[in-house]
């Protein structure tokens, strides 16, 4: 017994660790002069219009830069997918539907990364974050979500085109914690502004949303434009003379990233949550068509109810109102 005790205060020791080094990289400062920001040009799209400005902590750092999925042959003659931080990808879909009688727009961003370092919880590799911004009737944006493409990190801004009606139960307009970050509770988002997204070192995770013009971003932060991409793109990976899927299509794996393995959150979580592809990036769609949930509730019995792709049941599963 003394030593089963031991061994799960090891366990809990080593969660508390890597979740504090998941919290750490806050603190770290760019080493340029200038941060770099990933724009997306505009064009007659609603797509780029609304388009967010992505603002990783350190692009020095390889691992932070966004980067293009990209499929190879190995020295052995195997299929490999990796994302290449060498050019930034953001891969772009349009959905529309309706809630409580009033109908909205989704723009969806999701964009991939070479891996999360060792000793953070995230640890692994091809991992992803998507962004939607969600627009009313009068292409107004109401909402901001962004989550990572396993379904972690949820995190949702409303702006002051949403009726106060619309918001949960207790919201503080004042600020939220999103798993110890600090982010708005409530955007001011003057229409034709980009939404500025920030993003954790390391963990890629989104540690500040804004709202700059264009004359503040040329001046304190260095533009790289990005190339947009359908998100029917990452099914269709080139290979050689044929394509590959970002995403396994069949067996126990199907409908998950590929090379997307998450070593500590499936030691360390898999147990409680139930599932054994917990922590691993995955398509976003129809769960019928793609074989994985898009859960974003770590509760087993909350599978399907918090799914993200059936927009409407999501948002009242979180207690919005729209």
Request: net charge positive; hydrophobic share 40%.
């Amino acid at each position: 017994m003394c030593i089963l005790r031991q061994w799960e205060n090891t366990l809990i020791t080593l969660l508390l660790l890597l979740l504090l080094s998941a919290c750490a990289g806050t603190a770290i400062q760019p080493t340029t002069t200038r941060q770099t920001a990933y724009v997306i040009r505009t064009d007659d799209r609603l797509l780029t219009q609304f388009a967010p400005v992505i603002i990783p902590a350190d692009t020095a750092y390889p691992f932070n830069k966004i980067g293009t999925p990209e499929a190879k042959y190995t020295a052995r003659g195997m299929e490999e997918i990796y994302v290449n931080p060498a050019m930034p990808t953001v891969y772009v879909q349009q959905r529309s539907f309706t809630s409580r009688g009033q109908r909205y727009t989704n723009l969806i961003y999701r964009m991939h990364f070479e891996r999360v370092p060792l000793l953070h919880l995230t640890s692994g590799r091809n991992g992803g974050l998507i962004i939607v911004i969600t627009l009313n009737r009068k292409r107004q944006p109401v909402l901001i979500t962004t989550v990572h493409s396993c379904g972690c990190y949820l995190a949702f801004v409303p702006t002051q085109y949403l009726p106060a009606a619309a918001y949960p139960t207790r919201w503080k307009r004042s600020g939220q914690r999103v798993f110890g970050i600090k982010l708005p509770g409530k955007l001011d988002y003057p229409q034709g502004a980009h939404p500025l997204i920030f993003l954790q070192h390391a963990t890629h995770r989104v540690r500040d949303i804004r709202v700059l013009d264009e004359d503040r971003l040329n001046a304190h932060y260095r533009r790289v434009p990005v190339t947009t991409a359908a998100m029917q793109q990452l099914h269709a990976l080139p290979l050689g003379e044929k394509t590959i899927s970002f995403f396994h299509t069949a067996g126990p794996d199907k409908g998950y990233v590929k090379n997307a393995y998450k070593p500590f959150e499936l030691l360390l979580m898999s147990w409680w949550v139930l599932d054994a592809h917990v922590g691993m990036d995955k398509d976003y769609g129809d769960r019928k068509k793609t074989g994985a949930v898009f859960y974003t509730s770590l509760r087993p019995w909350k599978r399907r109810a918090s799914d993200m792709w059936p927009f409407a049941s999501f948002l009242e599963f979180w207690g919005w109102r729209l």
